[in-house]
């Protein structure tokens, strides 16, 4: 015992100098090597053999599309694996590929692919949309919505967790950014919930699961991405999304409601003497007013044609600010806050999108689109099992990578896949015409988001709550809450697929 415990930290000291000469001898090995091919690139001519010491471009030049394919997201799955960001790993892999299959002169290919997305007007909308969110979040406009929505459902049986529910709902078409909305809600009804004797996992699941919706209604940042990606119209894509979102707030409703009914003691609603009459209730509504006034706004705006996706954002963003003034919370230091975290959120979200674009880009010029579509279409799958196969791989996914880079590395390969293949309709029922197909995938794969933010091991809900959750609520009973949700969020894609009509509905009738 005694000559473990001498021993431990002289083991974990040569560890750490070992793990240090080895990130030297790596830092050392990789600027010989960038030296060598600077001086290749500067002094040698690049359509010769001539050579200083050795030449790494156009190393992997004849390595066929398949080995390539494993080469290039083994090494994106490793690189992963070790903790390093998506944002960067994707793009740096993306131009060490192109040197190694190619030349220096290949290396043309960064900025084709970056330059017109940095041109997409629509991507300006995501800053908005996030500052709108920043801003209504300082301004308490969800506690304050949440507690009106409370009043009202409380005396029912899981009231608390239907008024999440509700409250993430009205959020969501405010906002469409999904952290802020599990988090805040997870603060402002966790504590309300558990203080009234609720079941941790309807409590935990409600908040999860509803605060997940952002990613499906409308303003969904996420939608404006796949609609860039797809070279879809956003307006279809957000009208497209509106009823499989409240269906599913509808169905998460339901479940809780009938829990609840079943078994009382799962959510007992309030006492009789915290509870408030009918004109108290509609009092409170006017608390409503400028969320609501928000919400029509905004996705009136999109939805009439009056506005498009930017303008719409930035109506909201001035629309928060004012919620802001109108709560006394507007300072110079709110402003700051809201634009820095505005500022840090699309940083990231653009790194991604222009480093996922460099490396997915390459590799569908090396052909591999269409090796990949030919593999899967090869597994003699009918249509539908080809689409289960793609949504099973999105949830996959969804557990290890987040939802820009999900979006930016696996639809650009998905979509002509899904072009490619004949949807008749399932039981009988009608099916999905040409015209459709895009957009309604592209409801199918907002669905699959939520699912991936919901799924175990890594679904980023499920960390959002363990960061607000008491000490005693474990991580597996958070685990465990998202599972029957996660099952809602599946019979929701579902029915989409056996129903197109939730989807395309609304937006053949706005735009025929």
Same mark, same amino acid.
């Given at each position: ?19 240090? =000469? ?148 009205i959020l969501a078409a405010m906002v469409g950014v999904i952290g802020a909305a599990v988090v ?166 653009? =790194? ?152 395309? =509905? ?7």
């Open positions: 015992m005694t000559m473990g415990t001498v021993n431990s930290p002289s083991l974990g000291n040569l560890k750490g100098k070992l793990g240090t =000469w080895l990130m030297i001898l790596a830092t050392v090995a990789l600027a010989f090597v960038m030296f060598v091919e600077f001086i290749n690139i500067l002094f040698y001519d690049p359509f010769s053999d001539d050579k200083f010491l050795f030449k790494l471009a156009g190393s992997l030049s004849d390595v066929n599309i398949g080995p390539l394919t494993y080469l290039m997201f083994g090494s994106l799955l490793v690189a992963l694996m070790m903790g390093l960001p998506l944002a960067f790993v994707t793009g740096g892999l993306g131009v060490v590929f192109i040197y190694l299959v190619g030349d220096s002169l290949m290396l043309n290919i960064i900025p084709s692919r970056i330059f017109p997305m940095m041109t997409n007007s629509d991507l300006a909308a995501i800053p908005l949309f996030i500052f709108m969110a920043a801003m209504l979040e300082r301004a308490g406009l969800i506690e304050e919505m949440f507690n009106v929505v409370y009043k009202w459902m409380g005396g029912v049986g899981g009231g608390l967790a239907i008024a999440t529910i509700v409250a993430s709902t805040t809600m997870g603060i402002i009804a966790l504590p309300a919930m558990l203080k009234r004797g609720y079941d941790h996992k309807i409590a935990l699941g409600s908040i999860m699961a509803g605060g997940t919706l952002g990613i499906l209604i409308p303003p969904s940042i996420l939608a404006i991405l796949y609609a860039v990606v797809a070279q879809q119209s956003v307006g279809e894509l957000y009208l497209g999304s509106v009823i499989p979102g409240i269906l599913l707030s509808s169905l998460y409703v339901f479940y809780v409601w009938i829990r609840a009914k079943l078994n009382p003691e799962l959510g007992p609603p309030i006492p009789q003497e915290e509870r408030i009459g009918l004109k108290d209730k509609l009092l409170l509504l006017k608390d409503l007013i400028a969320p609501l006034i928000l919400v029509f706004l905004v996705l009136g705006l999109l939805f009439g044609g009056i506005a498009t996706p930017v303008e719409a954002a930035g109506i909201g963003s001035f629309g928060a600010i004012l919620v802001a003034m109108k709560h006394k919370v507007f300072t110079i230091a709110t402003l700051r806050d809201a634009s820095v975290t505005t500022a840090k959120a699309s940083a990231m979200v653009l =790194w991604i999108m222009f480093g996922a674009s460099v490396f997915v880009g390459f590799y569908i010029l090396q052909g591999g689109q269409d090796f990949i579509t030919e593999s899967i279409l090869g597994t003699g799958l009918p249509a539908y099992g080809i689409l289960f196969l793609l949504m099973v791989l999105l949830v996959v996914l969804g557990m290890f990578l987040d939802w820009v880079g999900i979006l930016l590395l696996a639809v650009p390969i998905f979509i002509p896949i899904v072009e490619a293949l004949e949807f008749p309709g399932l039981f009988g029922l009608p099916g999905v015409s040409g015209d459709d197909v895009v957009l309604w995938f592209g409801v199918l794969y907002l669905v699959n988001m939520q699912m991936s933010f919901l799924s175990p091991p890594f679904g980023y809900a499920l960390f959002y709550i363990r960061g607000v959750c008491p000490p005693e609520i474990s991580m597996g009973t958070i685990f465990k809450s998202s599972l029957v949700f996660l099952a809602i969020q599946a019979l929701g894609v579902f029915l989409c697929i056996v129903f197109p009509a939730i989807t395309t =509905w609304l937006p053949n009738l706005a735009y025929g």
